[in-house]
């Protein structure tokens, strides 16, 4: 005899993603997709993946990994919905640009403190970094259909934690 609800958990995982700031988010699922942009003239490689979750919607995890860092930090963010187009206001309303360090566009500015050169710089590769995720969003999931605008938040229509049975404190 098996345990109530092990056919439903069948081929799905116990997963747990980190959240930059926040409690990692931890369900039951198996991965959909993964994309990768990882230009090697930027010091930001982006990764998203998509999964299914077994109590029913999906979760999406974000990570940026900060190449010339110490130790490879990361930032990533995850939200779980249930359904497409509230994960899909999350991808294309996410900033790469949203909490890395100053010195994670110029490295050599963190040592030497912010020069008009290494400004310079990093006002250059700002906007191609939002150009690389939105990119890597458009050809992954398809141009954004939606304005971006208060209205879209998806905080404001999402959980941030899996339906319940599938969430981990």
């Known amino acids: 005899m098996t345990a109530p609800g092990a056919e439903m958990a069948a081929g799905f995982d116990f997963i747990l993603l980190p959240r930059h700031g926040l409690r990692p988010l ?91 050169a290494a400004l310079a710089e990093a006002a250059t590769i700002a906007p191609r970094l939002r150009a690389v995720w939105r990119d890597l969003l458009a050809a992954s999931f398809g141009p954004v259909s939606a304005p971006d605008d208060a209205e879209n938040d998806p905080g404001r229509t999402a959980s941030r934690h899996p339906a319940p049975g599938g969430e981990s404190r």
């Open 26 to 116: 931890g369900f039951q699922g198996r991965l959909l997709a993964r994309m990768e942009a990882a230009p090697p003239d930027l010091p930001v490689a982006s990764c998203v993946t998509l999964h299914e979750a077994a109590s029913g919607g999906f979760v999406c995890a974000i990570r940026h990994r900060l190449r010339d860092a110490a130790g490879a930090e990361e930032r990533c963010y995850a939200l779980a919905a249930g359904d497409a187009p509230t994960l899909l206001r999350f991808l294309h309303g996410h900033d790469p640009l949203r909490d890395l360090p100053p010195a994670a566009l110029v490295p050599q500015a963190a040592t030497s403190g912010p020069s008009r």
